[in-house]
């Protein structure tokens, strides 16, 4: 009997998760580690097989941005779709980036971003992310 029921607490714990919940909350985690320029918690939140591409054309690999982590001051994250496929996730919407620059001058970059996730023994990891520049609205 006891048997049974922790079987059945297994299962109710299981189902009561929620992946929706859990990729955004390692988007969450990503955007801090970002802005704080946490390299360790870059590393493991995102992929070795990282694509990382940008809206002017660059392409990072997990490498790269863990050695040039940037200098963000803000991000900005809209309303996204979230996509659930077993163990990979899609996450799109608008992101506004605020960069700071070499002469201490600030950027803002509005962005709709495609971000992929793969969820693995090590959690939530981004595995690819595209990004493409929005035209202010007149």
Known sequence: ???????????ASLSAADPKADVLAAME???????TKDTAALD?????DLTYSHSDGRTQTKADVLAAPGNTKSITVGENSVRIYGNTALIKGPMEFVNI????ATTTINLSVLQV??????????V?????????AP
Do not use: E
């Not at 620059?101 to 201490?104: C, D, E, I, R, V």
């Open 44 to 48: 493991r939140l995102l992929h070795p």
């Open 101 to 104: 620059g070499a002469n201490g």
């Open 1 to 11: 009997m006891v048997k049974w029921l922790l079987v059945f607490a297994a299962a």
């Open 117 to 126: 996730w793969l969820k693995g023994p090590k959690g939530w990891q981004l």
């Open 128 to 136: 690819a992310r595209h990004s493409t520049r929005l035209t202010p």
């Open 29 to 35: 985690s990503w955007k801090q580690a970002v802005l």
